[in-house]
């Protein structure tokens, strides 16, 4: 496809180049929304309790997960957004999660343009054609918008913030700086965990430019972003609940994360009269002191294992909707999966580019994740940086052993040029 667009001439190379991603965009689209149209949806339980959660807020006003009282079990990101629709829909009278589920396949396509956007800045058209093509079918990109759960939202904001920061640090301004914060705190209030990456990032951008006043700049303005936008949350949480919380108050995923293999009747403490915070302190405690080699295990390879090796399937569905012919849906993820590691060892030798920016995301999301409970559905998230990593990184190398495969006849071409005589005849 990109031999042939290369071969056009230059006055038909942008509509062609236009038509193929028309093409693309369309069988995204098509894919997506036979999906959700042609298979019966399950609904897991995370998406019982926001339902639960969502209409005591409409109908009683408190803001309350698994409970009547108010609390910060999770943060307001994806509930907010359950309550929009539901009020726009009349939920009332009509089922609201058809409503969410194509609200979402608009959000997935659009985050599909931002990953095109961000691989074409970082390598060129080429290569984000390939990452495009890529995400249209990758299947978990599809499946998840039948999941009324945080991952397509939370994906659109992570991206989005990704191309912001990086025209923040192209252009050096304030208004962007504060713009990539702003959607930094939209994707907390979505997935808390995601907060973390402020400060390893502009770290990053610190030892990429050397520039520590623009650096500082640009991470003060991207702080007020963030902080305007979690403002809210934080003061509702100090006004209901008497207590600062940026975040969220929910501790199970990391006392769920001290099982190794996820063995949750292993018996290695007593749990009468606790909380799970001091649960899960207490079998980190015995764990890497008593059995040291199973929680060193557990908490590298086997989370990883966990993490990595499926593919996120949504909320499940029936029938199973085949993107790709079996088995090639699985071959594309573990391929992904297996080519990250050169990914980022290639990225990593040319750290002073953007290229890091991504494979610096991917390293400190997954090292976070690590200290919870491993689900294949954190994977999700990643893929987006993983898929345009490979790209890039795998068009580098094919360039790489055309030019090795092609220099011995340009040494013969320059050699025959040497031995031509002064006027150019041979």
Not at 159 to 177: D, G, H, M, P, V
Not at 343 to 353: C, D, V, Y
Not at 398 to 409: A, H, N, V
Request: proline fraction near 6%.
């Amino acid at each position: 496809m990109y031999t042939i667009i290369s071969k056009v001439s230059p006055t038909y190379k942008k509509p062609l180049l236009m038509l193929l991603i028309f093409l693309i965009f369309t069988l995204a689209t098509y894919l997506r929304l036979d999906f959700l149209a042609s298979v019966n949806h399950h609904i897991s339980h995370d998406t019982l309790n926001y339902d639960v959660m969502v209409r005591q807020l409409l109908e009683k006003g408190i803001y309350a997960y698994k409970d009547t009282e108010p609390n910060a079990q999770v943060t307001p990101g994806y509930p907010l957004f359950m309550a929009a629709v539901y009020q726009l829909v009349d939920y009332q009278h009509h089922d609201p999660y058809p409503y969410i589920r194509y609200i979402q396949v608009g959000l997935s396509l659009v985050t599909l343009w931002l990953m095109y956007t961000i691989a074409r800045k970082l390598a060129g058209t080429k290569v984000a054609m390939i990452v495009l093509l890529i995400s249209s079918v990758y299947p978990p990109f599809i499946w998840s918008n039948g999941a009324v759960l945080t991952e397509t939202l939370a994906c659109f904001f992570l991206i989005l913030y990704i191309r912001l920061q990086l025209a923040a640090f192209e252009n050096k301004t304030r208004t962007l700086a504060l713009l990539s914060g702003s959607v930094m705190g939209l994707l907390v209030l979505t997935r808390p965990e995601f907060l973390i990456l402020i400060v390893p990032v502009y770290v990053f951008h610190f030892l990429w430019k050397k520039e520590l006043r623009l650096t500082l700049k640009l991470l003060l303005f991207t702080c007020i972003g963030t902080g305007i936008v979690l403002s809210p949350w934080v003061i509702r949480n100090i006004v209901s609940l008497n207590e600062v919380v940026i975040a969220s108050t929910q501790i199970n995923p990391f006392k769920a994360g001290t099982y190794p293999d996820k063995n949750y009747e292993d018996g290695l403490v007593d749990q009468h009269g606790k909380t799970q915070m001091e649960v899960a302190k207490e079998r980190l405690k015995i764990g890497f002191t008593q059995h040291t080699w199973v929680f060193m295990k557990w908490y590298t390879v086997g989370k990883l294992k966990y993490i990595y090796t499926h593919m996120y399937f949504g909320s499940g569905h029936n029938p199973l909707y085949r993107v790709l012919p079996s088995p090639l849906g699985s071959l594309l993820h573990v391929a992904l999966v297996w080519f990250c590691p050169i990914a980022l060892i290639a990225s990593f030798r040319r750290w002073k580019q953007p290229l890091t920016l991504l494979m610096l995301i991917v390293a400190v999301m997954t090292v976070t994740r690590l200290a919870f409970v491993p689900e294949y559905r954190y994977n999700y998230t990643a893929m987006p940086l993983i898929i345009t990593m490979d790209a890039v990184t795998g068009v580098a190398i094919l360039r790489w052993i055309w030019s090795k495969f092609t220099k011995p006849s340009s040494r013969s071409q320059k050699g025959d040029v040497s031995h031509a005589e002064p006027n150019g005849n041979p």
